[in-house]
């Protein structure tokens, strides 16, 4: 076995990594970018060099590099956990070639599968099911528009070095094709550096399963069970489980089986992961193989029992498979979120920032029999309060995982730990992973890849203006916090903000504001105690313990328990699973504020200019396309809000751009009468 390894990635995965090998007692070197020198990989491994600045093309993408530190440091192995140079076969190569042993499969089984087009014509010859498609080198615009049409619409593009969604397209009609294609390739060049692309049916109503296989370097291969990825938002997983609901034992096995055969086509070693597109009717396709660890790999842990990484690790050592195929069981249901800094409300748009609170759910809370399982419950996380969330890299805050008895347990126990879980400083998914959770078609296990868009009623429902008790919590906190500071056990009462007043009660207007609503508040100061008037109602609130962000209220009688984090005006209040964010609205600090410049459309990112559709004094129409950008390897469209005359284009193409930076400006048409 290893006595050290080097570890070529970042956040979760290289903490994930470093977890295991330190149980195991191997010795692990981080490598890090300037953006990360205070991150939590480089905290948890041994050691850590610098290789780079932020850019991951500058820094994690540097294979020489990388194996440059591995060799000075002693290391005799390197994880490339996923993404990065994970499925780079020449890196594979160049591992070999410094003596160093690549954990992961051989460079000719990456190669095999890294084109998707050339996977697919390997995957004919081994006899498993495909889509209808066209997946050869031809790339003429032309001749790609003539095979969709041919394949029938709606048709699916996808960049065939590619995954994680980026790179891909769905595309209803001819006459969008060219348009799409474009997009298409630009965001396939700038993610994998190969804009080739193929097209192939777009199923309706599919479902997303993958099976995890393992192979060893003595010709044995087994499959660790399925794993149902449906649950997706822009073709990227947001919710996985294992085992997928409703699946026969008869075509588990038949999927397994063909998986299996897809690895030992290509003389797979190690972990890796089959991707079947299935029908409601049980039929299923070969999509593609990732050569390398999944992010959902935890689901499988927890139903299998396994760790996965000690198996990449024992296998990439010369040692044979721990368990073979009759000895694999399926144990109960697992369920992974993954916990994004995205605003799924804006298209989920990815957030940036720094956690100033974050508190994950307490691992208690999930005991089975009295007794806590340690499988129960898990946080796979590369970040910690304090930390940012960067514009270079991947928005993930943590992958939270439960497990059940059962699927309805493992739902339940979901749903409890996503109400605990806070996060404060930027945007988060966790409200709504939670309605996802909870919501009729997910529960009842009505799954394929277009859930969220055919539930947006229920997954996105109209805001409700925050309740009197939540108002209440928010308010108390300003109070609490405006008291003055006990010195010698004297306070003076002339420095007392609680309302101290020799004949008089003093009476004071406060104003919280959500996007959608308005909260005035009448404060009345009693002695122990403070009388609010709201459009709700009034209540008498008396304040019965407060530590820290944690506040119990006495409201008319009733206990109301929450806990608020004060970010600058902004109250965020966490009460019954529920995140409220209330902007207290200053009167002082606002007098005289000027409004806010218009007709002036922004950034909502960091990020760079990849195209300009319009020049200064073009019409458009209200939705047409204005502005191309990238950010965190997404293609961001800036439209038209309605129609009118463009005034003038701030950046050109290639341009860097800051978040709230205006890119150009826009005149409004008016209509006469």
């Known amino acids: 076995m290893f006595t050290k390894i080097l570890i070529a990635n970042r956040g979760e995965i290289a903490c994930r990594v470093a977890a295991t090998a330190r149980r195991m007692g191997i010795k692990t070197v981080a490598v890090y970018s300037e953006a990360d020198a205070n991150a939590k990989h480089v905290a948890v491994c041994d050691e ?77 010859k081994a006899k498993v099911p495909l889509v209808p498609g066209y997946h050869g080198e031809n790339q003429d615009a ?68 993958e099976i995890q296989v393992f192979a060893d370097s003595y010709g044995d291969c087994v499959y660790l069970f399925e794993r149902d990825c449906s649950v997706q938002r822009r073709h990227q997983k947001v919710l996985e489980e294992a085992p997928a609901p409703g699946m026969p034992s008869e075509r588990r096995a038949a999927m397994g089986e063909a998986a299996v055969a897809a690895a030992k086509a290509v003389g797979y070693v190690g972990a890796g992961t089959v991707e079947f597109i299935a ?49 694999l069981k399926i144990h109960g249901h697992a369920i992974e979120a993954r916990v994004y800094a995205e605003n799924p409300e804006k298209g989920f748009l990815p957030s940036i920032g720094t956690l100033r609170h974050a508190r994950t759910p307490d691992a208690v809370n999930f005991e089975l029999g009295g007794a806590l399982d340690p499988a129960a419950f898990r946080i796979d996380s590369g970040v910690r309060e304090g930390d940012t ?43 709504f992973l939670k309605r996802l959770i909870e919501s009729q078609a997910f529960s009842s296990a009505e799954l394929d890849t277009g859930l969220i868009e055919r539930n947006q009623a229920e997954l996105f429902p109209v805001p409700l203006p925050a309740s009197l008790a939540v108002v209440s919590l928010a308010t108390a906190a300003l109070l609490c916090s405006e008291r003055a500071v006990v010195t010698d056990g004297k306070m003076d009462p002339w420095q007392d903000s609680q309302g101290w007043r020799m004949n008089s009660v003093l009476q004071r207007a406060l104003q919280f504001d959500e996007e959608t609503h308005t909260h005035q508040v009448e404060v009345s100061y009693l002695p122990d105690s403070w009388l609010l008037q709201t459009a709700a109602g009034s209540v008498i609130v008396h304040v019965d313990a407060i530590a820290h962000n944690d506040i119990v209220l006495k409201i008319g009688g009733q206990t109301v ?113």
């Open 48 to 124: 850590a060099v610098l290789i780079g600045p932020a850019p991951a093309k500058e820094s994690y993408l540097l294979g020489d590099k990388i194996i440059d530190v591995a060799l000075a440091t002693g290391a005799q192995a390197i994880h490339p956990g996923y993404g990065f140079l994970s499925e780079n076969s020449d890196f594979a190569d160049a591992c070999a070639k410094a003596g160093l042993v690549f954990i992961g499969p051989p460079a000719s089984a990456i190669r095999a599968m890294g084109s998707k087009s050339a996977a697919k014509t390997l995957m004919e």
């Open 142 to 209: 032309d001749f790609l528009q003539n095979e969709a049409d041919r394949i029938g619409y709606p048709v699916l593009l996808k960049a065939s070095a590619g995954g994680g969604g980026k790179g891909m397209r769905v595309i209803e009609h001819s006459v969008d094709f060219k348009a799409a294609l474009a997009s298409c390739k630009r965001e396939a060049i700038s993610s994998f550096g190969d804009d080739k692309v193929l097209a192939e049916k777009y199923l309706q109503r599919p479902r997303h399963i």
């Open 279 to 327: 029908n409601q009717d049980g039929s299923f396709y070969f999509m593609e193989m990732n050569t390398r660890l999944q992010v959902e790999h935890p689901v499988t842990e927890m139903i299998t029992g396994t760790d996965l990484v000690e198996w990449q690790l024992r296998v990439a050592a010369g040692e044979k498979l721990p368990l073979q195929q009759s000895e």
């Open 389 to 431: 969330i960067s514009p270079f890299y991947d928005p993930m805050i943590a992958k939270m995982i439960v497990w059940g008895r059962d699927r309805k347990e493992a739902l339940a126990r979901m749903a409890q730990a996503l109400s605990e879980y806070q996060i404060v400083g930027l945007s988060s998914n966790i409200a």
């Open 561 to 673: 328990k929450g806990t608020v984090v004060r970010d600058g005006e902004h109250f965020h209040v966490f009460s019954h699973g529920v995140h409220t964010d209330l902007h207290y609205k200053d009167a002082l600090a606002h007098a005289g504020e000027a409004e806010a410049e218009t007709g002036r459309l922004t950034a909502p990112m960091p990020g760079k200019i990849v195209a300009v559709m319009v020049a200064s004094g073009q019409e458009v129409k209200k939705g047409e396309p204005l502005v191309i950008m990238e950010a965190m390897k997404m293609e961001h469209t800036i439209a038209a809000p309605h129609d009118g005359v463009v005034d003038e284009v701030l950046y050109a193409v290639g341009d860097q751009v800051t978040e709230g930076a205006p890119l150009l400006a826009f005149k409004q048409e008016v209509k006469q009468d």
